[in-house]
């Protein structure tokens, strides 16, 4: 069974700051690993995703994850936040052929 | 081209009533998906679809129903609706492999 642990349902950060937001997931076969944005009232957008291959992957926007088997995590970073960063960010796991399933989802503040 | 479709976006409804969320893909998916997004943020998987498989979350009550008339559509019908039923309804698609979910934009469904 698939499942997937965000650590902290809100972060805040202060402009410039590091951002980082956590991920565990379990899976009982390699899984393919997503981070997705929200914005207010609109839909999920894809930021990043790992499926096989380098374990450092790059997004849109700036962000990027690292795949860690041994940690079975998957922690989003930004080296510096903007406003614009501002949203709900969702980790999802999914197993080839299998529905995807998403984390409680980790609302991030950005002050300035 | 918008690649996930929903409409209508917003939908203000009595309880007791029936109504349908339409989903239309043009990316040529052949899975398709609907998620139920609670007050909190937490986004539940209800179905996904493709043209073989139709698996249904056990925790979905059976008022909520799928209906796909060809490959690109999965409607979403909902009989006697509830206050509980208030929540954003996303319909997302994916193709074989599952390296990306595209979302559509959300359906807010208040039901008063």
């Known amino acids: 069974a698939q499942s997937v642990t965000q650590l902290g349902s809100h972060v805040s950060v202060s402009e410039g700051a590091l951002v980082l937001l956590r991920c565990n997931y379990s899976s009982s076969v390699p899984p393919y690993l997503f981070w997705y944005v929200q914005y207010p009232n609109q839909g999920l957008q894809l930021l990043l995703k790992?499926?096989?291959?380098?374990?450092l992957v790059k997004g849109i926007n700036g962000f990027e994850a690292e795949f860690k088997k041994s940690e079975t995590s998957f922690h989003l970073t930004k080296p510096s936040a903007h406003m614009s960063d501002a949203a709900e960010y969702f980790c999802?796991?999914?197993?080839?052929?299998?529905?995807?399933?998403f984390g409680t989802g980790t609302s991030l503040t950005v002050i300035p | 081209d918008t690649a996930v479709s929903q409409t209508p976006k917003y939908l203000v409804t009595q309880m007791g009533n029936d109504k349908s969320i339409k989903c239309e893909q043009n990316?040529?998916?052949?899975?398709m998906y609907w998620y139920k997004q609670d007050s909190k943020k937490f986004l539940k998987i209800m179905f996904s679809?493709?043209?073989?498989?139709?698996?249904i979350n056990e925790t979905v009550p059976n008022r909520f129903s799928p209906k796909s008339p060809d490959k690109a559509h999965l409607n979403l019908h909902i009989n006697s609706l509830e206050l509980g039923d208030s929540a954003v309804y996303f319909c997302a698609s994916s193709q074989i492999g599952n390296t990306e979910a595209f979302f559509g934009q959300g359906t807010r469904l208040t039901v008063v």
């Open positions: 790992y499926t096989t291959g380098a374990t």
């Open positions: 999802a796991v999914s197993e080839p052929g299998n529905q995807f399933y």
């Open positions: 990316l040529g998916h052949d899975t």
């Open positions: 679809y493709n043209n073989k498989e139709l698996i």
